[in-house]
């Protein structure tokens, strides 16, 4: 079993810089391929990045390429998304999720789910 906590959302202009964090439980957080989702109002939860046990693996969705970044401390049961260059697009709930299947089916894979934070970006 793994519980979630996401922390690190608000309310930024455009072009502002949010990070965001996800605190894991669980011995075998190391073991997981650690993914950031999204979901604004009305539109399906989408995956925003992921990241493999091996730190050297991390995936983006198109959207945010460039101007997000996955990491993950293992010795902290963390995982963190900093996002900068933000757009009113990024607006959305962002749910971090933990998966063992270490594909890319990525919504598929994801075993464990936070409880996701809000991130509001203003023009």
């Known amino acids: 079993q793994v519980q979630l906590v996401e922390s690190g959302g608000g309310l930024v202009q455009a072009g502002g810089s949010l990070r965001l964090s996800c605190a894991a439980s669980g011995r075998t957080f190391s073991m997981y391929t650690m993914e950031w989702f999204r979901q604004a109002p009305g539109k399906e939860r989408e995956f925003v990045a992921a990241?493999?046990?091996?730190?050297?693996?991390?995936y983006y969705a198109d959207s945010v390429k460039g101007r997000f970044t996955i990491s993950r401390d293992n010795a902290k049961n963390t995982v963190s998304l900093q996002m900068n260059s933000l757009k009113p697009e990024d607006t959305a709930v962002y749910y971090c999720a933990a998966a063992l299947n270490s594909g890319s089916n990525w919504y598929a894979n994801a075993d464990y789910w936070g409880q996701g934070t809000q991130v509001t970006v203003s023009s």
């Open positions: 990241i493999r046990w091996s730190v050297s693996g991390t």
